[in-house]
């Protein structure tokens, strides 16, 4: 670990000359890449460098105790510097976990109504607002790329962009089945339901990141089905992509012009496509690197939503929290910052289990 520590420091070094070089701030690109990989490695140097200061106190203490005068003063610094050491290394590991390259992304996330008929499509619509409140939060930007209403007010199915800084690192574990626990308001006799939906959350995807061939893709265009006035209802605006060597399909039918709506529509289909070949490249390394918590299977069933109890459960972590109001409205840090701890955990003990091989 040490000998991977003093190469990231000796890199950090490098690139602080570098970036400070006029030749190098003249070539834009070149600059603006070494100054987001000074910023990634920086918190790493840092704390290395304390740790290296605390062990250097810790050997000064250790002459000072052959000092008569100094020997109280020395038990108590190598006490205090001793105690330190142990979290420094444990906050370099951390630091040291290869960061996913998607955190910072912009998200695509779609919900779909699943088992339970038009009381899923509720609770697909509940979930909407609760990711819709919570981006409010955060102070993200959000935008409807596709949807199908019910006549209820719920939704078959609903995409959308959320674009934020981090939106991906906190939205990722969210991926998967959510099952909802409660007494339909259509139901007359007060009987307790249970249905679900399904969360997908993608990053989004760069042209460069993956390749399409336009020759692959077949587009359709069709009058929107959705809200949107007459307007958007007269004109074929909506647009259909299908990617012919997959048969994967994206819409969009929530902008007035057919350009955007194809644009969007691209942007849906890259992240789907992205996400199957990483899924695909996950299911190989399995065995070796798959974490407990888990961030993409979509059929594996992650949260109930128990409302005569109020209780919210995240089954990968065995979290329940029990404000089922605030949590709907948005409140998700708490269930988050539980899932990015168990996961952060996960891959400190897989790195571990690593090295000892």
Known sequence: MFQKLDEVEKRYEEITKKISDPEIISKQEEWKSLMKEHAEIEPVVLKYREYKKVNKAIEDAKEMLNDPEMKELAEIELQENKEKLPKIEE????????????DDKNVICEIRGGAGGEEAALFAGTLFRMYSMYAEKKHWKLEILNENETGLGGYKEVSFMITGKGAYSRLKFESGVHRVQRVPDTEASGRIHTSTAT?????????????????DIKMEVFRSSGAGGQHINKTSSAVRLIHIPTGMVAECQTERSQFQNRDYAMKLLRSRLYEQEKQKQDSEVANARKSQVGSGDRSEK????????????DHRIGLSIYQMENFLNGDLDEMIDSLITADTAEKLKGSQEELQI
């Open 91 to 102: 906050e370099i590991k951390i630091l040291l976990i290869p960061k996913d390259p998607n």
């Open 199 to 215: 969360v997908v959350v993608l990053p989004e995807v760069e042209d460069v990141e993956i390749e399409i061939n336009p020759a």
């Open 302 to 313: 992650i949260r109930t939503y128990n409302y005569p109890q109020g209780r919210i459960t």
